[in-house]
């Protein structure tokens, strides 16, 4: 199955193309310009460059969320009018999922992907990988970061990922002491959404265009005004 994955939920946008697991190509863009000013032509470059059109592409992976409000929309309603006009399945696959999947070949058998949520909050969860599988511990959502990390298991080392990573550094240390790890692996996860979303669409579990929603875990500011 050949597969567009796209994520958008972080400043650093990444889209990549599969067939069934393997890596055929991808696009990794850390840029000042918006999601919506360079997704398209960057879906195009990638499509053009592999000899190939829209209409090729077999099913479709997209992170959801949670992330940045606004890349959250733009990636979606470009999946969403692919999706639409192909008839083609869409496979959602949180971004804190994607993270914790980058790290599925450490030798760490407990990961907590961590994103900047603002507002001194974060994005989080613990996952446990063992045999190529991937188990919820803590589930995703949004937390203050005292109360995430007084919830992880302080006897058992941990490896963290994401930007939540980078700017609670000392919180994690502190909690954690020497059982904390960190990676120093890169934030594109379009790949590891497009791995993810195969698994889905193989086993009919993508969903319509008109099914797909936004993973947010708190309202937006836009909301909260409202």
């Known amino acids: 199955m050949r597969i567009l994955a796209v994520d958008t ?7 990549a193309i599969l067939e069934d697991a393997r890596l055929v190509a991808e696009i990794n863009v850390v840029s000042t310009t918006t999601h919506s000013a360079r997704l ?30 606004t890349g959250i929309r733009i990636g ?18 949180s971004s804190l999922q994607a993270l914790a999947w980058k790290l599925r070949d450490s030798q760490a058998r407990l990961v907590c992907p961590m994103l900047d949520a603002k507002k001194g909050e974060i994005y989080a969860a613990l996952y ?3 045999g190529g599988r991937m188990k919820e511990c803590i589930a995703q959502g ?10 992880l298991p302080a006897h058992r080392n941990i490896l ?36 993810l ?8 579990k993508g969903v319509s265009s008109v099914e797909l929603e936004p993973l947010y875990f708190r309202k937006s500011q836009a909301e909260e005004k409202h």
Do not use: M, W
């Open 128 to 130: 446990q990988i063992e």
């Open 9 to 15: 939920t972080a400043p650093c946008g990444s889209i």
């Open 160 to 195: 963290f990922i994401g930007t939540g990573t980078d700017l609670f550094r000392s919180k994690i240390l502190d909690s954690l002491k020497d059982k904390a790890r960190f990676s120093s692996r890169s934030p594109f996860i379009a790949y590891e959404v497009g791995r």
């Open 197 to 204: 979303g195969c698994e889905l669409l193989k086993a009919k």
């Open 40 to 69: 398209l032509s960057s879906i195009r470059f990638l499509l053009d460059a592999n000899h190939l059109d829209i209409h090729d592409i077999e099913g479709f992976a997209v992170s959801p969320g949670p992330g940045s409000f």
């Open 76 to 93: 979606l309603s470009t999946v969403k009018s692919f999706a639409f006009a192909s008839g083609r399945p869409v496979a959602p696959v």
């Open 142 to 151: 949004a937390y203050l970061p005292g109360d995430f990390l007084s919830g």
